[in-house]
């Protein structure tokens, strides 16, 4: 008997509607699409798509990399001969995917790596730091997080995360910093017993 009410929460479907750069979509999500937009959150909350990158810091191409791994993940279950049918009422989250593709991912692929690797083989010997268009490439990077930072958010909350835009800011504790520049480490407090 209980493992009957477990099956039945399990399958039961919950509607999430988004409201997305220049759409609304509503879905009616079971297990199998929270499993995925969970799996996809993961894999783009902790990938330079959403992370910080500073200026002056990280590398170029391991950036155009990791923005390649994750537009070959995301388009894979897409291609799939086992992904699942679209659902009969509201949106798929292959359908939400297929817009971070289309509209984002690939046009900044598209764009950056032809110019980033043009100038490696012009000057194999230079480091990227010399690259001309290293700190217009930064730009564009910022403004596709941004752009992908709302189709992130929503995967997470098809996959039923309480908060998943905490997942993709720093903490405060990241961001406090004594005078002369380190970190100061915010530890939990614990109550005493008294």
């Given at each position: 008997m209980l493992g009957a009410d477990v099956y039945r929460k399990s399958v039961q479907l919950t509607e999430v509607r988004l409201v997305l750069p220049g759409s609304e979509m509503t879905f009616r999500t079971n297990t199998d699409m929270?499993?995925?937009?969970?799996?996809?959150?993961?894999?783009?909350?902790?990938?330079v798509a959403t992370r910080p990158l500073d200026d002056g810091s990280g590398n170029l191409r391991e950036t155009l990399t990791s923005l390649k791994t994750l537009f070959d993940m995301y388009r894979e279950p897409l291609e799939s001969e086992g992904s699942p049918p679209p659902p009969?009422?509201?949106?798929?989250?292959?359908?939400?995917?297929?817009?971070?593709?289309?509209?984002?991912?690939?046009?900044?692929?598209?764009?950056?790596?032809?110019?980033?690797?043009?100038?490696?083989?012009?000057?194999?010997?230079?480091?990227?730091?010399?690259?001309?268009?290293?700190?217009?490439?930064?730009?564009?990077?910022?403004?596709?997080?941004?752009?992908?930072?709302?189709?992130?958010?929503?995967?997470?909350?098809?996959?039923g995360i309480r908060d998943p835009e905490r997942h993709l800011r720093r903490s405060a504790w990241h961001t406090t910093q004594h005078a002369d520049g380190v970190p100061e480490q915010n530890t939990p407090r614990r109550s005493t017993p008294t």
């Open positions: 929270r499993q995925a937009a969970l799996r996809m959150f993961f894999q783009a909350a902790t990938r009969t009422e509201g949106d798929s989250v292959h359908e939400l995917v297929l817009d971070i593709l289309n509209f984002e991912l690939a046009p900044f692929l598209a764009v950056w790596h032809p110019r980033l690797r043009a100038f490696e083989e012009a000057h194999p010997e230079m480091d990227e730091t010399a690259w001309p268009d290293n700190a217009e490439f930064r730009r564009s990077l910022r403004e596709l997080q941004q752009n992908l930072r709302p189709y992130i958010i929503g995967l997470g909350e098809i996959a």
